[in-house]
């Protein structure tokens, strides 16, 4: 079992940057594989980000090459780094959580077992 807990949401102003953290309880944090979610009012979830527990990153059409997702097994931690936010960015974004092998990505939210409660981000014009 695995417990996730997002932290880093907030309001920020157009253009600028923030970084989410979601710190992940257990010892086999390292087996498993991450991704982030986001979801808008009255909009389904999407993928913003995934990564293998290898390093093997994948991205969301949203991503636009603006956001990075990182871990450090050694500190339970998945990361996704959002610069350059737009208005359009403003959403809960989740953080996930699946056992796979070392290099499986998971691009789907239905194939993720694990879920945390969720960060919101706002994004002012």
């Known amino acids: 079992q695995v417990q996730l807990v997002e932290s880093g949401g907030g309001l920020v102003q157009a253009g600028d940057s923030l970084r989410l953290s979601c710190a992940a309880s257990?010892?086999?944090?390292?087996?498993?594989?991450m991704g982030w979610f986001r979801q808008a009012p009255g909009k389904e979830r999407e993928l913003v980000a995934a990564i293998s527990w290898s390093g093997t990153s994948a991205y969301g059409d949203l991503a636009s090459g603006r956001f990075t997702i990182s871990r450090d097994n050694a500190k339970n931690t998945v990361y996704l780094q959002m610069n350059s936010l737009k208005p359009e960015d403003t959403a809960v974004y989740y953080c996930?959580?699946?056992?796979?092998?070392?290099?499986?990505?998971?691009?789907?939210?239905?194939?993720?077992?694990?879920w945390g409660q969720g960060t919101q981000v706002t994004v002012s014009s």
């Open positions: 257990g010892r086999t944090f390292s087996s498993y594989a």
């Open positions: 996930a959580a699946d056992r796979a092998g070392a290099w499986d990505i998971r691009l789907k939210d239905r194939d993720y077992h694990y």
